[in-house]
């Protein structure tokens, strides 16, 4: 299993189908690089309708044995978690990838609210 998130669009920028662009796409890049299923951490409101459902449905709890509406999963392919279930725990997710853009990460908001620096690899 894969997670991914939060994203996030500038507000100038929101309901132009970014963020149902980013989903999409990484849905694709996870199925083609083999992961049966996503897990995440977001709005129900928002997610369910990309797929996503409660993490419960799956019988899957996070590694505090505990569900709520914004823990969600989705099957990649149809039965992918068939027969799966217990506790997820998730690797240091923000190791080696992007890494929250704010002020105290070493980042600064331009004018335009956009940031300098998108990842952390950047070199800082
Ligand atoms: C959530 C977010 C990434 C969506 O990106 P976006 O590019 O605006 O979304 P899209 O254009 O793909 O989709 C717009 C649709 O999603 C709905 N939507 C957007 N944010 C939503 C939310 N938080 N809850 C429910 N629905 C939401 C819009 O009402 C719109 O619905 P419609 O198609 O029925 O009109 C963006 O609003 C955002 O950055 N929000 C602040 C950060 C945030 O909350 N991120 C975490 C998400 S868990």
Not at 37 to 57: D, L, T
Not at 97 to 116: H, I, M, T, V
Request: aromatic fraction near 14%; proline fraction near 5%.
């Amino acid at each position: 299993m894969i997670t991914f998130g939060p994203i996030s669009a500038l507000p100038p920028l929101q309901k132009l189908g970014i963020g149902s662009a980013l989903i999409n796409h990484t849905k694709k890049l996870a199925a083609e690089m083999g992961y049966r299923a996503i897990v995440i951490f977001g709005n129900p409101a928002y997610y369910h309708r990309f797929g996503f459902m409660s993490a419960e449905s799956f019988g899957i709890t996070t590694a505090d044995e505990v569900n709520f509406e914004a823990f969600m999963a989705m099957e990649l392919y149809a039965g992918a978690l068939s027969g799966m279930s217990g506790k997820f725990y998730s690797d240091n997710p923000w190791s080696d990838q992007c890494f929250a853009a704010a002020p105290e990460n070493g980042y600064r908001l331009r004018a335009d609210q956009s940031y300098e620096k998108a990842c952390r690899g950047d070199g800082i």
